[in-house]
Protein backbone atom coordinates (compact mmCIF):
# COMPACT_ATOMS: atom_id res chain seq x y z
CA UNK A 1 0.00 0.00 0.00
CA UNK A 2 2.55 2.72 -1.14
CA UNK A 3 -0.18 5.15 -1.04
CA UNK A 4 -0.73 4.55 2.56
CA UNK A 5 2.39 5.14 3.51
CA UNK A 6 2.57 8.25 1.59
CA UNK A 7 -0.27 9.95 3.75
CA UNK A 8 1.27 8.60 7.08
CA UNK A 9 4.36 10.37 6.56
CA UNK A 10 2.89 13.01 4.77
CA UNK A 11 0.73 13.26 8.48
CA UNK A 12 3.63 12.63 10.15
CA UNK A 13 5.52 15.86 9.69
CA UNK A 14 1.94 17.65 9.37
CA UNK A 15 1.21 16.30 13.01
CA UNK A 16 5.22 16.84 14.30
CA UNK A 17 4.65 20.86 13.32
CA UNK A 18 1.26 21.07 14.49
CA UNK A 19 2.24 19.39 17.75
CA UNK A 20 5.48 21.61 17.74
CA UNK A 21 6.93 17.97 18.66
CA UNK A 22 9.57 15.47 17.39
CA UNK A 23 7.07 12.80 17.86
CA UNK A 24 3.72 14.39 16.12
CA UNK A 25 0.59 12.06 16.08
CA UNK A 26 0.83 8.54 17.10
CA UNK A 27 -2.00 6.86 14.62
CA UNK A 28 -3.43 3.05 15.41
CA UNK A 29 -3.86 1.24 12.48
CA UNK A 30 -6.49 -1.47 13.12
CA UNK A 31 -7.44 -3.39 10.11
CA UNK A 32 -5.88 -3.67 6.87
CA UNK A 33 -6.63 -5.30 3.34
CA UNK A 34 -4.08 -8.30 2.18
CA UNK A 35 -2.09 -7.26 -0.85
CA UNK A 36 -5.03 -9.65 -2.76
CA UNK A 37 -7.80 -8.88 0.03
CA UNK A 38 -9.15 -9.94 2.85
CA UNK A 39 -7.90 -8.84 6.33
CA UNK A 40 -5.29 -9.97 8.89
CA UNK A 41 -7.41 -12.78 11.19
CA UNK A 42 -5.40 -15.38 13.17
CA UNK A 43 -8.02 -17.89 12.55
CA UNK A 44 -7.76 -18.34 8.70
CA UNK A 45 -11.73 -17.97 9.09
CA UNK A 46 -12.69 -15.37 7.19
CA UNK A 47 -15.23 -14.12 4.74
CA UNK A 48 -16.74 -11.90 2.54
CA UNK A 49 -19.39 -11.91 4.65
CA UNK A 50 -17.95 -10.80 7.91
CA UNK A 51 -17.92 -7.44 9.84
CA UNK A 52 -14.70 -7.00 7.73
CA UNK A 53 -16.13 -7.16 4.56
CA UNK A 54 -14.67 -3.80 3.24
CA UNK A 55 -11.04 -5.87 3.73
CA UNK A 56 -11.94 -7.75 0.20
CA UNK A 57 -9.77 -6.54 -2.10
CA UNK A 58 -6.38 -4.95 -1.06
CA UNK A 59 -6.94 -1.26 -0.79
CA UNK A 60 -8.90 -0.74 2.35
CA UNK A 61 -7.69 0.40 6.15
CA UNK A 62 -9.15 1.49 9.17
CA UNK A 63 -7.44 4.21 11.63
CA UNK A 64 -7.99 4.67 15.03
CA UNK A 65 -9.92 7.53 15.54
CA UNK A 66 -10.29 7.72 19.64
CA UNK A 67 -7.32 10.26 20.75
CA UNK A 68 -7.74 12.27 17.50
CA UNK A 69 -8.79 15.74 17.25
CA UNK A 70 -11.10 17.50 14.80
CA UNK A 71 -7.91 19.40 13.06
CA UNK A 72 -6.08 16.08 12.77
CA UNK A 73 -8.80 14.15 11.40
CA UNK A 74 -9.44 16.76 8.49
CA UNK A 75 -5.73 16.55 7.68
CA UNK A 76 -5.68 13.25 7.85
CA UNK A 77 -8.57 13.02 5.33
CA UNK A 78 -7.07 16.12 3.44
CA UNK A 79 -3.71 13.68 2.83
CA UNK A 80 -5.40 10.67 1.82
CA UNK A 81 -7.45 12.43 -0.52
CA UNK A 82 -4.43 13.39 -1.98
CA UNK A 83 -3.84 9.71 -2.86
CA UNK A 84 -7.40 8.73 -3.83
CA UNK A 85 -8.40 7.62 -0.38
CA UNK A 86 -11.75 8.22 0.63
CA UNK A 87 -13.53 7.85 3.84
CA UNK A 88 -16.29 5.82 4.75
CA UNK A 89 -18.73 5.48 7.46
CA UNK A 90 -17.58 3.27 10.24
CA UNK A 91 -16.64 3.36 13.61
CA UNK A 92 -13.33 3.75 13.06
CA UNK A 93 -11.77 5.66 10.54
CA UNK A 94 -12.25 3.56 7.31
CA UNK A 95 -10.48 4.70 3.63
CA UNK A 96 -10.50 2.62 0.64
CA UNK A 97 -7.91 3.66 -2.06
CA UNK A 98 -8.62 3.94 -5.70
CA UNK A 99 -12.25 4.28 -5.61
CA UNK A 100 -12.50 0.86 -3.43
CA UNK A 101 -14.09 0.21 0.03
Known sequence: MNRLIIVLNKFNIWSKQYHNSQQGTV?????????????FDINGDWNVNSNHSFHRIGYSVDIDNSGMTATELYWLEIFMKSQTGKRFPEPVIHFGFLGEN
Not at 27 to 39: A, C, F, K, P
Open 27 to 39: LGINDMSLVMGGV
